[in-house]
């Protein structure tokens, strides 16, 4: 259609003008073809679209155009060779730009070029976008292929599904991930990949299905390529039932290890959910004359084998749900301020000529502070009488090995996490509160004690004879009338190695909570508790170890009252220091109102 400019004007772009005969103007003719020609082209559009023309619908010509209909067309030919019906109005030649929408009818096949033919025009060539041939699947059967004539071939602009076959250049790819079966044993995967992988670079992915559950961390060997770990999308390392047999992981290597894409949920999934904690001694109560020997609440165990002696790492979440009052030293008597987390042995001669050692970590009393510390196989020898921990010795004696000792006490009421860590081969021992260490003390070189020997070990009180034999053997009893106020929850005890804080906790928008310990090696007397399962006072239930290794813990006096849904990373206990009772001016890196003191002296 073109313009028609009015009647009688020579310009064949005039404008046309309105009547103004005040003026002198006289208003443009418009010949019979400018009404006419604008009406059939609109009619025509309708008409090609598939429509009828009607007078009283205005909305044809854009239903015309937004349905698609005038361009798109029915493949009635075979595989690799399209033909459609010829447009409304007809093509006389491909012109490029020309765009086609074609419901195909056979799917692409191996062995000859795709083409496409309109009417009774020659077929042209269907290429891919950067001008190699169709591969097979590149169009489905039932696929609308939506096609664009560029001058010389119509280019395919959405592939189906292709591979990466072909030559040159190729755009679009059928992503195949490379997959095989397990060949390994539990833990150590081993994927014989054919073809073999050219390379393991950062964001090589692959599919490997498993031949055995895990039990732990994993790690990987595809073809010849060097051993890598597994590890979940935050680094932690895999936990037992990650993986069950005939599972399909998918891994994809990120430089420095295969994170694991693809995983089923297992009971330690990290992070961990709020969990549980046992209250030891009621938090009110005082030692003396209120536990009387033997009622003291704590956990027992003999182990059957020793462990590692010189080396070790026990982490555990305390919490004081009561602030300890200082008591009046004289009249209450050292015990009630003293309180015993961890014990291992038999206490020594100062109990009644009872000529053992014992290995414990805890609070020791006084009547100004108290001051946190270990005794490493000691044979507490006598006091001397009864002083402030800040004047006196505490005990210590240099053949008796008490060397961890830090002044001050927590007096807060909220949740912290403590590390307690020794290694005797290097000559020292360690402990760690909320991230930080408070202090450090030397122990005898190659010193070893009852700790992770075949003797009695309590959580919650102090060893020593004149109690219950623990396990029926020996003269490591407990309990005795020393144990703790506290609560525990999370405590994890590593056998034969030295690991920071880190391992067991971090902080999370400034609260230190807990992490998944089942990552970890725990060595042949190292033990996981969490206190999952109250519904009985048993080794099997309460005191279950949960790292697999076995090592059940005894309750003693324990009740279900003791179980507690109190636990680190609470938001009413958030992981800050109270007001402390020392003051000074304290070394760097140490929280406010904590001194470290290296040794006997003060």
């Not at 510390?373 to 002083?387: L, V």
Request: proline share 8%; with cysteine; glycine share 12%.
């Amino acid at each position: 259609m073109k313009y028609n400019q009015p009647w009688a004007v020579s310009d064949p772009n005039a404008p046309y003008v309105n009547a103004d005969h005040a003026n002198g103007i006289t208003g443009s003719v418009p010949p019979a073809a400018s009404m006419e020609e604008p009406q059939r082209e609109l009619v025509n559009i309708v008409a090609n679209s598939g429509q009828t023309p009607i007078d009283d619908d205005l909305e044809q010509v854009t239903r015309a155009i937004r349905g698609g209909t005038l361009n798109f067309r029915i493949d009635q030919g075979t595989a690799n060779n399209m033909v459609v019906a010829q447009l409304s109005p007809p093509i006389t030649e491909y012109e490029a730009g020309l765009e086609l929408r074609v419901l195909v009818a056979h799917s692409c096949l191996a062995g000859s070029p795709t083409t496409i033919q309109v009417g009774d025009l020659a077929p042209a060539t269907v290429k891919r976008l950067q001008g190699t041939n169709l591969q097979p699947n590149d169009v489905l059967a039932g696929q609308i292929a939506d096609l664009v004539y560029d001058g010389n071939n119509f280019q395919l602009q959405n592939i189906g599904i292709a591979d990466q076959a072909g030559n040159g250049n190729v755009d679009r790819y059928e992503i195949t991930i490379p997959y095989v079966h397990d060949t390994g044993t539990a833990n150590h995967l081993i994927g014989l990949y054919s073809p073999a992988l050219p390379n393991i670079n950062e964001g090589r992915t692959v599919e490997i299905k498993l031949a055995n559950a895990t039990t732990g961390p994993v790690d990987f060997k595809p073809n010849n390529f060097p051993v890598h770990p597994v590890a979940h999308p935050d680094g932690s390392a895999m936990f037992p039932g990650d993986g069950v047999v005939n599972q399909i992981w998918l891994l994809v290597f990120d430089g420095v290890e295969w994170q694991l894409i693809s995983s089923r949920p297992t009971i330690f999934a990290a992070p961990k959910p709020k969990g549980r904690s046992l209250q030891f001694m009621d938090p009110t109560a005082g030692w003396y004359g209120t536990y009387p020997w033997g009622s003291v609440p704590c956990l027992t165990r003999r182990p059957t084998v020793a462990g590692n002696r010189k080396t070790w790492s026990w982490s555990a979440f305390v919490r004081f749900p009561v602030q300890i009052p200082k008591p009046w030293f004289y009249s209450s008597y050292q015990y009630d301020s003293r309180e015993v987390f961890v014990s291992a042995g038999d206490a020594g001669a100062s109990w009644g000529g009872c000529a053992g050692d014992v290995t414990c970590l805890g609070w020791e009393g006084g009547d100004i502070d108290t001051a946190m510390n270990t005794y490493i196989a000691s044979t507490y020898g006598p006091r001397g009488g009864y002083g402030d921990p800040d004047t006196v010795s505490m005990g210590y004696n240099p053949s008796e090995h008490m060397g961890t000792y830090t002044v001050g006490i927590l007096k807060d009421t909220r949740w912290h996490h403590l590390l307690w860590t020794c290694d005797s081969t290097i000559g020292e021992s360690r402990i760690w509160l909320d991230g930080v260490e408070v202090t450090y003390g030397p122990v005898p070189a190659n010193l070893v004690g009852p700790w992770n020997d075949v003797r009695g070990h309590a959580i919650g009180c102090e060893t020593g004879c004149g109690s219950p034999a623990i396990g029926g053997i020996g003269s490591d009893g407990a309990p005795t009338w020393l144990g703790t106020r506290c609560r525990m929850a999370e405590i994890v005890h590593i056998d034969g190695a030295v690991l920071p804080w880190t391992a067991f906790a971090q902080n999370v928008g400034g609260v230190i909570v807990p992490k998944n310990p089942m990552s970890l090696t725990f060595g042949t007397n190292g033990y996981y508790l969490n206190f999952s399962d109250g519904s009985a006072m048993t080794s099997t239930t309460l005191g279950k170890d949960y790292s697999g290794n076995g090592n059940n813990y005894t309750p003693i006096n324990m009740t279900a009252s003791r179980i507690h849904d109190d636990y680190p990373g609470a938001q009413d206990n958030t992981e800050t220091f109270g007001p402390y009772t020392n003051g000074g001016a304290w070394p760097n890196g140490l929280p406010p109102g904590w001194t470290s003191v290296n040794g006997p002296g003060h």
